[in-house]
């Protein structure tokens, strides 16, 4: 089962009842935070993925249900099933990072994060942008690497030239890139937004 349709599959209500307020990115950021530090509390989650703590406590019923979390009274810490998603999607996506990169991303938060040999899914970047907005962000930035750079699809041109800035070489020592990875950039006025579209961008590369 892809990482996509594992989230799907673990968002998944199995019963009716009133709207829910979250998705599959909200549960891949979930695993995300609690994969890097844990354990948390449902408030430090709910603060980190900016939904409410009743959507929280749904969230984590659906994953305790299915083994990928522990719960005791110090928090919540992923399984040893829930580690071994978290080893595959950090895999896939090695190097997820706040930085400052602008004017590329105009936004008071910037999420950056690598996709490994995904370039194949990319058309213009418009699919990731889209995705990115619809979960609060302002916008993304998608880029190629290829042959040493990271550039804009469709063009030969490269953003560190055009962008100049120390977090190109941060990412290229932090990710190790090579040709055929995506860079996926998003901004947002708010953490949470940026991260969730950020999530949200690379996750399209996954259909």
Not at 29 to 47: M, T, W
Not at 51 to 67: A, D, F, H, W, Y
Request: some cysteine; charged content about 25%.
């Amino acid at each position: 089962m892809s990482l996509l349709s594992e989230l799907k599959d673990l968002t998944s209500r199995k019963y009716a009842g009133p709207p829910e307020y979250f998705d599959h990115i909200h549960v891949a950021l979930l695993i995300y935070f609690l994969g890097e530090e844990a354990p948390k509390s449902r408030l430090e989650l709910s603060k980190l993925i900016g939904i409410g703590e009743g959507s929280i406590r749904t969230i984590l019923k659906r994953l305790s249900e299915s083994s990928m979390i522990n719960v005791t009274r110090k928090g919540v810490s992923l399984s040893e099933k829930g580690t071994n998603f978290f080893k595959a999607f950090k895999k896939t996506f090695p190097v997820i990072v706040e930085d400052i990169i602008y004017p590329l991303a105009p936004a008071k938060y910037n999420v950056a994060i690598l996709a490994k040999d995904m370039s194949g899914k990319v058309l213009q970047g418009i699919e990731q942008r889209d995705q990115a907005i619809k979960y609060g962000a302002k916008g993304a930035v998608t880029l190629l690497y290829e042959k040493g750079r990271f550039i804009f699809p469709g063009t030969k041109e490269a953003a560190e030239e055009l962008y100049p800035s120390m977090f190109w070489s941060k990412i290229k020592s932090l990710g190790k890139p090579e040709d055929g990875d995506v860079l996926i950039i998003c901004f947002a006025e708010e953490q949470q937004k940026a991260y969730l579209g950020c999530f949200a961008a690379a996750l399209t590369l996954c259909n």
